[in-house]
DNA sequence: TCAATAGTGTCTGTGAGACACTATATC
DNA sequence: GATATAGTGTCTCACAGACACTATTGA
């Protein structure tokens, strides 16, 4: 039996932690600061924030996001991916903390906020090779497992291109996040025959070489009734190693 | 701009509520209890209690989990579901609280705890159409959503069965939770060539009419690579947000 | 012309769904 | 025998993947 003063109902600060991913020169990349403040000072973590007295933690996560990348978050897709609340998790106190996922466009460089050193866009494989502050690692990797899921199952991949994109720019998105090839002729009639994902804007855009491709822009879908299917899913298909 | 008082980080007390839910007489059940104080007092809500001193969130589930049903929940899939946390969302103060998402084969009646005035199996379709206690009328939802999502690409729908169950008890599950008629011919074809869903037993149990049917335990896989098919019957949800 | 990228045609294998059929039980 | 439930065979259709082919650009 646990003793008096071992249980009993606690208070706790809750803080809204964000994997923000985006995609620069066809590598999966993760927004990281470095801290500049004790604990963990000096360390690389991921961006968040503390609940505030009017906000939920949704509000929390877009106005993290907001503050780390001057992006509306309410236009963004915010995911909720886990929630860590480890007793002794953060030397500060009891903090339980809900992590987002949030995917976006090639964004220009981070600023650094007031208690951060500096914020930079990490190479993934980079980021989970290193150690991180707090129990960073683990909810970096909850998200990125969490981030192929979804581009099996909804149009996130989306979110990664700008307004207008081709075909084959999607298809880097999928390549890039299940770092997996896939057959361009194959792709392309899978996604002009997906009703809802694309919509055609009429325009195209030149190529240094080669055709020009046609300009499409994100349709109404949401979530995919039949997935993509991802390659190289522990199973017997095969699939070309990249690069 | 948000008056001093209206913002700055606060502490709040974070609860966890289950949704349990099992199949009686081919019906989904949700276990829900009538409240026995204040606020809301006499009303049916969700099962849940505040996070202690020394555990986990989960913990938290586990341990409402088995003082409502009996059931150790550190051998059942507990499922992480939403968080809610606006801030009015309590009337006893600023109180955050995730959802765990519970399923379980048919069990004894529940017995209610020592706030409660009663706990029982509710029909869902029923508890859907009347005023839960609190937010929990969405969290239900949310909930329900949710489960019909995992029998798609994992194999939880065992969970709602005995230890050794049949093919056509399976199907039952699925036929319940989805609310669709399935094939029996294609669905059986369908388990038993999915590799580590199942596992025979050898026996088989005899029914008052027909012939036998083959029993089976669960197999070692959880999460299923290629989807079992949904028939398009409800897929009528674009993502919600869930903060 | 060639090289490069965009996009289409077509074959093949696999698997879902429809549904007829066989198998094994009770009455 | 009839009836009910378990389980299999088989046909068709759709779609994923392989890959050859056409289309459209710049050099």
Redesign the interface.
């Known amino acids: 039996m ?1 003793q008096e ?10 803080s809204a932690d964000l994997v923000i991913l985006t995609i620069r020169e066809s590598r999966l990349k993760v927004l990281l600061i470095v801290r500049g403040t004790p604990p963990f000072d000096g360390m690389p973590a991921l961006p968040g924030g ?10 929390t996560a877009e106005r993290e996001l907001l503050e780390e990348t001057g992006l509306q978050g309410g236009r963004l ?2 995911e ?1 991916v ?2 860590y ?3 002794d998790r953060d030397p500060r106190g ?1 903090i ?1 903390t ?1 992590s987002y996922l949030a995917v976006a466009a090639n964004l220009d460089e981070p600023v650094a906020g007031s208690e951060t050193k500096s914020a930079n866009w990490i190479d993934v494989k980079m980021a989970l090779g290193e150690p991180l502050a707090f129990d960073h690692s683990r909810i970096l990797r909850d998200a990125i497992d969490h981030a192929r899921t979804l581009l099996e199952r ?1 149009t996130i991949a989306a979110t990664f291109c700008d307004e207008h994109f081709t075909i084959r720019d999607l298809q880097d998105v999928y390549e890039t996040v299940w770092d997996v090839a896939l057959d361009p002729g194959n792709f392309q009639r899978k996604m002009t025959r997906m009703e809802g994902f694309l919509e055609e804007t009429g325009t195209t855009r030149k190529s240094p070489y080669g055709r020009p491709a046609a300009l499409y822009r994100r349709g109404p879908v ?2 995919l ?1 039949t ?1 993509i299917f991802r390659p190289s ?3 017997d298909r095969q699939s070309r190693p990249r690069d």
């Open positions: 646990p003063s071992d249980s009993g109902p606690v208070q706790a600060r809750i503390f609940l505030e007295r009017n906000e939920t933690l949704r509000g897709p915010l909720l886990g929630l609340s480890e007793p009891r339980v809900a909804t949401r979530t009734q997935s899913a522990s199973l």
